[in-house]
């Protein structure tokens, strides 16, 4: 138990001790210390030839004092499990209530470096959002050196815990023979589009993953830029370069970063170029707080050094201080570093974490999920007079390759027809027919010009229509290749649900005309099946057309919608 309590308190997690084995979490709930050390094995199979925790203590027992929680000691860490919901190693950290600061501050976190920037920063960002929920802060920011990638998935994960995101980007911009530092942050859709502009520059255009300064000016436009904490006498000597960048980018700061390196060099070169920077530099560029954090806690410090010895053989700029920091880990720093007598250290501080804050309340771009971003095909003045439309030009060439790829007898012409019609639909229910048109008419030419082309995504060599579009050039058929490797309907949001489907024209003469929120109007026989929805109903509901009433919210299938209804 007091290996437990002292892991609790190393990781600042509030506890009660309610007996020798029992210990209570605020904000998670009672949590059953398990000794290991009495186990020959941590798990065990109960009657049924399960594999589970070997609890000394029954769950129902333990559940029924109210009871939820096992924490255990394995390695070196500490972890725990809900028992309502079976077995699952999950270490005690971030959890429950965090003991309370002694500097209470709200701040934000910019300096994170995940992953995905290869073989440097660690920890995915499910990981440093719990963390910043367990610190209680309302935002976090990442800031990968040479890569976007992060960017999405922090999205996700963040918004779904009701965290602010800032998309933020670390680079080298150059000047001449010179190479500096900075960080771009993003702030609007804009902002946004112009960090994809730099990403484009540094990792497609240049040679040696910098951009040159002219066009890195080019992008301000809704992004902040953050001069490196190494960047001041560089500064000092061009501060003209510095007042034509603010006035390209939305702000412009200098970035405080006061984190500890083992090898003194590094920490002098800090140190100094700190100095420099509040000498000189302090009443014309502004201080914003972002530490660089490549890991989660102090004790992971050791992920940087692995990282950087397999990418390199050595690891460079070692310090077991760049983790995510809270208030009073960040305040410490500052104390330790500015003398007192000639500082305020609380107004300093407050000033650096002010000016994070406004970058995190100013950030307000997302990338859009909600609409397809694919160019659309664009016909040739013959395709357009052979085939009319888009959609009458997909099917015709699918039929072309039908008639020219597929054997003649009638099993494979049935079986054939069949996958056919089933791919096609859930191509033309996502929407993906220009993509496929467009992939088509890039191999098709490269193949007329004597250019080698290969299959491209190893799925796409299991979509038939591929094949008869001549993109790939592999019969999926007659491997047993699976379309859904290349597009699972779950995947693409085609989820099993009731909808109105169109079916063939049929000759009537009793029908309704519906006027559609397009503007079009089509003529639906009165005994055909809708399914819609309906105010004060609180589900949709199933009716003949001739029931109809004016409101009615008819829910098309997602294809008739895309293609069937503007044909009609």
């Known amino acids: 138990m007091n290996e437990l309590i002292e892991w609790l308190q190393a990781n600042k997690i509030q506890y009660n001790i309610i007996d020798n084995e029992v210990i209570e979490l605020p904000g998670l709930g009672q949590v059953y210390y398990e000794n290991t050390e009495k186990l020959n094995s941590i798990f065990r199979l109960n009657n049924d030839g399960e594999l ?22 394995f390695g070196d860490n500490w972890y725990y499990f809900d028992l309502r919901k079976g077995f699952a190693l999950n270490i005690l950290k971030y959890v429950g209530t965090k003991t309370p600061l002694q500097h209470n501050v709200d701040i934000v976190n910019l300096g994170v470096h995940t992953p995905f920037e290869l073989l440097n920063g660690s920890f995915m960002p499910d990981q440093w959002v719990k963390k910043a929920k367990f610190c209680g802060h309302k935002a976090i920011g990442i800031c ?12 996700k994960v963040a918004g779904a815990e009701g965290l602010k995101y800032v998309f933020g980007y670390s680079l080298t911009f150059t000047y001449g023979e010179d190479k500096i530092d900075v960080k771009v942050y993003v702030q609007t859709q804009k902002g946004l589009r112009n960090l994809l502009r730099i990403q484009k520059a540094i990792m497609v255009d240049s040679e040696d993953q910098t951009i040159p300064l002219s066009e890195l000016g080019n992008r301000g436009e809704g992004n902040v830029l953050v001069f490196g904490k190494l960047s001041a006498e560089w500064l000092s000597q061009h501060m003209n370069v510095y007042e034509d960048l603010a006035g390209k980018f939305d702000k412009v700061f200098y970035q405080v970063d006061l984190s500890e390196y083992k090898a003194e060099r590094i920490d002098i070169r800090v140190l100094e170029a700190t100095k420099l920077y509040f000498d000189k530099l ?21 992920n940087k050094i692995i990282l950087n010895k397999v990418a390199e053989g050595a690891a460079h700029e070692q310090s077991e201080e760049q983790f995510f920091k809270d208030a009073d880990e960040q305040y410490a720093l500052f104390q330790a570093t500015f003398d007192s007598t000639r500082w305020n250290v609380e107004e300093l501080f407050q000033e650096c974490v002010d000016n994070a804050n406004s970058i995190a309340e100013n950030a307000n771009a997302k990338f859009e999920n909600d609409r397809n971003f694919m160019p659309k095909y664009t016909m040739t ?3 357009e007079q052979k085939y009319g439309t888009v959609h009458n030009m997909f099917n015709q060439l699918l039929e072309e390759g039908f008639e020219r790829l597929v054997p003649k007898d ?11 019609e089933y791919e096609k639909y859930i191509i033309e229910s996502t929407n993906n027919v220009d993509y496929l048109l467009v992939q088509y008419d890039t191999c098709n030419w490269s193949r ?8 491209g995504r190893g799925s796409a060599a299991g979509s038939l229509l591929l094949y008869l579009l001549g993109i790939t050039l592999i019969d999926p058929l007659r491997y047993s290749l699976i379309f859904e490797r290349f597009l699972l309907p779950e995947r693409a949001g085609l989820y099993p649900s009731d909808t109105t489907v169109i ?3 049929i000759e009537s003469n009793d029908y309704v005309e519906v006027t559609l929120e397009c503007g079009k109007t089509i003529k639906i026989d009165k005994d055909s099946q809708l399914y819609i929805k309906r105010e004060g109903e609180e589900s949709p509901i199933t009716i003949y057309a001739d029931e109809l009433q004016e409101g009615d919210d008819i829910l098309f299938d997602n294809k008739d919608e895309l293609f069937t209804i503007d044909e009609l």
């Open 52 to 73: 589970i925790f070997n609890s000394v203590e029954e769950p129902s027992v333990l559940m029924a004092e109210d009871i939820n929680y096992i924490a255990f000691k």
């Open 144 to 155: 990968d050196r040479n890569t976007m990638a992060a960017c999405y998935n922090l999205q």
């Open 282 to 302: 302090y009443s014309k560029i502004a201080p914003v707080l972002i530490t660089d954090a490549y890991y989660l806690d102090k004790t992971d410090a050791k």
């Open 381 to 383: 003045p013959e395709e």
């Open 410 to 420: 009638k099993e494979s012409q049935e079986k054939y027809r069949k996958q056919m």
């Open 448 to 455: 007329r010009n004597n250019i080698l082309v290969g299959c």
């Open 503 to 505: 079916g063939q024209d």
